[in-house]
Nanobody, 121 residues
Framework: VQLQASGGGLVQPGGSLRLSCAASVALSTYAIAWFRQRPGKEREGMSC????????DYADSVKGRFTISRDSAKNTMYLQVNSLQPEDTAVYYC????????????????WGQGTQVTVSS
């Protein structure tokens, strides 16, 4: 499975972006997740949706601002990020693992290359 992340960029505080992650295979049997790594910080999980869609998790810091989704027809996953703040500046990574979400990045089998999000005025 190869993942290609895109959609990052420079945005002003309060702005929005839609991050995309195109997969080389169908994602129907994969849980999909987004992580981020802020400068000088450890990687942290942002959101995950299970393969069947029955479970969707968000980190407390992004609840109500970020929305995860998938387009099965396009083998693509998305993270809509709204109300961005400077502390959201990070490299955002997409990742997949079979079926179920995990809060631990080490349990994800496949990773995209990351897309940089910079929030600054």
């Amino acid at each position: 499975v190869q993942l290609q992340a895109s959609g990052g960029g420079l945005v002003q505080p309060g702005g929005s972006l839609r991050l995309s992650c195109a997969a080389s295979v169908a994602l129907s049997t994969y849980a999909i997740a987004w992580f981020r790594q802020r400068p000088g910080k450890e990687r942290e999980g942002m959101s995950c949706i299970s393969s069947g869609g029955s479970r969707v998790d968000y980190a407390d810091s992004v609840k109500g601002r970020f929305t995860i989704s998938r387009d099965s027809a396009k083998n693509t996953m998305y993270l809509q990020v709204n109300s961005l703040q400077p502390e959201d500046t990070a490299v955002y990574y997409c990742a997949t693992r079979r079926f179920f979400c995990s809060r631990y990045g080490s349990q994800y089998e496949h990773w995209g290359q990351g897309t940089q999000v910079t929030v600054s005025s």
